[in-house]
């Protein structure tokens, strides 16, 4: 599957003006985010670690989902999938995920004229 694997970051574009966007300014920008990623057809298991935190959704493409945030709300959202770039609306975000140059390659964008755009590039390990 495309999706499945385990990555490291890489790089990343404005994740404390991110997080500031979105109330979580407290949170530590300074370790090691390992994402690993289970597809088996349109369902996934989607899997965040740093040091003493791990957050992990499930879903399915063409569906309503019950997710949840980084900081443990639960919500509802239909998860799409086109041109091989799936989308989640979260509450305060829109997230992107593709696989590029064998990268996970993942966006969130706050709403809005000063709308942050989030980027993480992962490499496959």
């Known amino acids: 599957m495309a999706f499945t694997g385990k990555y490291e970051l890489e790089s990343q574009e404005n994740y404390v003006e991110f997080l500031e966007a979105v109330g979580l ?21 989607w899997t965040q670690s740093i040091p003493n935190w791990t957050w992990s959704n499930k879903f399915t493409v063409g569906q309503e989902c019950e ?34 140059e064998d990268k996970l390659v993942m966006n969130c964008i706050t709403p809005g004229e000063k709308g942050v755009v989030f980027k993480r590039v992962n490499k496959r390990i």
Do not use: W
């Not at 407290?26 to 597809?39: G, L, P, R």
């Not at 997710?67 to 992107?96: C, H, N, R, W």
């Open 25 to 45: 300014l407290s949170a530590k920008t300074d370790h090691k985010v390992v994402t690993e990623v289970v597809q088996n057809g349109n369902d996934f298991v």
């Open 67 to 100: 997710l949840e945030t980084m900081i443990g709300s639960k919500f509802k959202a239909p998860v799409t999938m086109k041109d091989d770039k799936i989308s989640i609306q979260f509450p305060q975000y829109l997230f992107t995920a593709e696989i590029s």
